[in-house]
DNA sequence: TTACTTGCAAACGGTTTGCATCGAG
DNA sequence: CTCGATGCAAACCGTTTGCAAGTAA
């Protein structure tokens, strides 16, 4: 665990929103802290593929990273413009999906489930 | 209306999924026609600006585009190890992203819902 | 004619990589 | 001491733009 991580896991802490890799990097430089943009990338890439950070990708084209803060699985509503998310519970989907493994004869059945919107700010510009 | 422009609507015509414009371009080029990659560009945004086609942006960053308004929504459930897939009907995830609209002020509400699983074959191996 | 489209090449912006160096364990 | 993390600069890749030449109406 390095001081780059530990500077860059507050900040994630700190941020309700999807932030994108190029803000969370402006953000430590702006507390003073000296990291590269790589090392952000490379943090981020960790973050995600441990399952640690949910990403998302805008419609600009920039991926956008955010803690994962409730445990148990669930999904969210995203703003394609400016990443600001919902939590959202899911029970109809996981019943939805539960029924296709006696249906289909599939098992270990998973779902990757994305709302996405603009968000009521967004859509005013 | 260009030789390009009708190329380009007969490729898109023919295709029932979301395309990159990279592969609308080679598609183009290996029908003999004489195409920039700039040119597929602007025709595809001035489709999009249009209305005329739906655009998503991949995981991978590119944007693909379809011709709007042909074959309804729907989504696959696949099989991890062999790539089986089964069509599914998914009218509540349709009814369940609907209510979003107004219980949180967004709007232009689009989903994304990948099921994944082992299908029967693959799980006895 | 005239405004719009074409298409090359160069620019752009977010992300990734090569590689030498640093530092946590 | 060792191996993974760091960080600069350069490479990458999809997309956009500048601009000269072409073409539909």
Redesign the pocket.
């Known amino acids: 665990?390095?001081?780059?991580?530990r500077a860059l896991n507050e900040v994630l802490e700190e941020s309700t929103d999807f932030a994108?890799?190029?803000e969370l990097h402006a953000r430590l430089i702006a507390r003073g802290h000296?990291?590269?943009?790589?090392?952000v990338?490379?943090?981020l890439?960790?973050g995600a593929d441990a399952g640690e950070l949910d990403s998302m990708r805008a419609d600009?084209?920039?991926?956008r990273f955010r803690r994962c803060g409730q445990r148990s699985h669930h999904h969210h509503l995203i703003c394609r413009t400016c990443g600001h998310a919902v939590e959202l519970d899911a029970p109809e989907i996981e019943a939805w999906t539960k029924g296709f493994e006696s249906r289909y004869g599939f098992t270990e059945i998973d779902h990757i489930v994305e709302v996405t919107g603009l968000c009521a700010n967004c859509a005013t510009e």
Do not use: C, K, N
């Open positions: 665990m390095t001081v780059q991580q994108s890799a190029q000296r990291v590269g943009l790589a090392t990338y490379a943090q890439r960790r600009t084209g920039e991926v």
